[in-house]
């Protein structure tokens, strides 16, 4: 089948009956008994996915169909009846499957050494196993529909598409490779780009390894101002040129160029969204490309109650800390820390989660106390004190003024990526 294409071509993006006609527009003409739906869990619940997932899921349900949902969770925890309900409407949350990413996976072939080494520009010179979950190699399903954002991200350039597949669904050792080749390489050299190092395994393991299913994959692209969902782009398709245009669409609504490098940046975590530093990091991640050297980063956290995901890496990010590339390198090649090697993911985290001593991270949180948040490397405030400050509900996107000072306020870090432009515009 060839790429199907729907770009909106105003700002308000795309109806959902024009996203519902394209959805159905890709079943037309395919026979099908068994499908199997994968799309993000919570944490994008800005991507529309869980429109689209609903819209696949009534369509081929209604034709006779057996739909499996199967989120693509990666390291993240399940995703809670709750948020099934808000994010995917009235499918039956019976019908979710849970991915286990260090039980729940088979082996299906290995990047090669030289590869690696060769677009790592010898940076990470091991073979990389893929893994994905066993239920896509299941030939029992006629149909494997993956659909997400694409929106830029710290350990591969830009999110989904393979990167749904090898990291969403699966396993233990890509997830920690991946995630380790791209810390080792750099962030900054890798945000917002296509064809990164990382994303050029996930393109290897797709083309090599999974040439043979059937998987269609349906791309959004979507800012949400106000917390209102608009869908720019929807690419749907079974081989790369989906993502290469969305790639370029995502580019223009989903990186934010300030003029100047950033003093003082606040950023809130909804926490509907945000219950973990693993992922309220996003707060770094997007913003260290436009934060100014001495400046300090504000993280309004009212719903982070612990660090990692699971109790494993919580204890790893306890015991290790955001203390910088150089620190995290240094211990994971101490062979006393087996347990920092053992969870190359986690190590990458670390890494990613650190400002690297340019400019200060204050989390305001809750349920975390302050001892806690600056045993791990982060500078510590009363929310409640610093909300009043900075009251998320006052503050518009963008600059404002407190108290005579200037003050950037971003209301939700995973729809997008700022940068400095005058360091940019220096460097590029």
Avoid at 78 to 88: C, G, I
Wanted: proline letters at 4%; charged letters at 25%.
């Amino acid at each position: 089948m060839n790429d199907i294409y729907c770009i909106a071509k105003t700002d308000a993006g795309l109806s959902q009956d024009e996203i519902r006609v394209a959805l159905l527009q890709s079943l037309s003409g395919r026979k099908l008994n068994k499908v199997l739906i994968l799309p993000p869990d919570f944490t994008r619940f800005h991507s529309n996915a869980g429109f689209i997932t609903n819209v696949y899921y009534h369509a081929l349900t209604d034709a006779g169909v057996q739909v499996d949902i199967l989120p693509a969770l990666g390291t993240h925890v399940p995703v809670s009846e709750e948020q099934w309900n808000k994010m995917f409407g009235d499918i039956p949350y019976e019908r979710m499957l849970v991915h286990n990413w260090r039980t729940d996976v088979v082996k299906i072939g290995q990047i090669p050494a030289d590869f690696v080494s060769e677009i790592t520009e010898g940076l990470w010179t091991e073979p990389v196993a893929a893994e994905v979950n066993r239920r896509v190699m299941d030939e029992s399903y006629d149909l494997i529909i993956s659909p997400g954002q694409v929106v830029p991200h710290e350990v591969i350039g830009m999110a989904n598409h393979a990167k749904n597949l090898f990291v969403g669904v699966g396993g233990s050792e890509m997830i920690n490779s991946s995630h380790m080749i791209g810390a080792v390489y750099g962030m900054e050299r890798m945000m917002g780009k296509d064809f990164t190092p990382v994303r050029r395994i996930f393109d290897y393991g797709l083309e090599h390894f999974l040439k043979d299913r059937p998987i269609l994959f349906a791309l959004t692209v979507t800012t949400a101002p106000g917390g209102v969902i608009h869908t720019h782009g929807l690419f749907i398709g079974e081989g790369r040129s989906c993502l290469t245009e969305a790639v370029k669409l995502a580019q223009q609504k989903n990186i934010d160029f300030v003029p100047h490098g950033l003093k003082k940046c606040v950023v809130y975590l909804d926490p509907s969204e945000f219950k973990s530093t693993w992922l309220g990091n996003k707060a770094v991640y997007r913003t260290r490309m436009a934060m100014a050297d001495g400046g300090e980063l504000i993280v309004l956290a009212p719903g982070v109650e612990r660090f990692g995901e699971d109790n494993q890496v919580d204890k790893l990010i306890r015991k290790y800390g955001y203390r910088g590339r150089l620190n995290t390198l240094e211990q994971f090649k101490k062979p006393e820390n087996q347990d920092l090697r053992d969870n190359m993911g986690a190590a990458a985290h670390l890494i990613h989660g650190s400002s690297d001593g340019r400019f200060t991270i204050t989390y305001a949180v809750k349920d975390i106390t302050k001892e806690e948040i600056e045993g791990v490397g982060f500078a510590a405030a009363d929310y409640d004190e610093m909300a009043r400050k900075y009251d998320p509900q006052k503050l518009a996107y963008g600059f404002n003024t407190v108290d005579g000072e200037e003050v950037y306020f971003i209301p939700n870090p995973a729809l997008g990526l700022w940068i400095n432009r005058e360091r940019f515009e220096k460097e590029n």
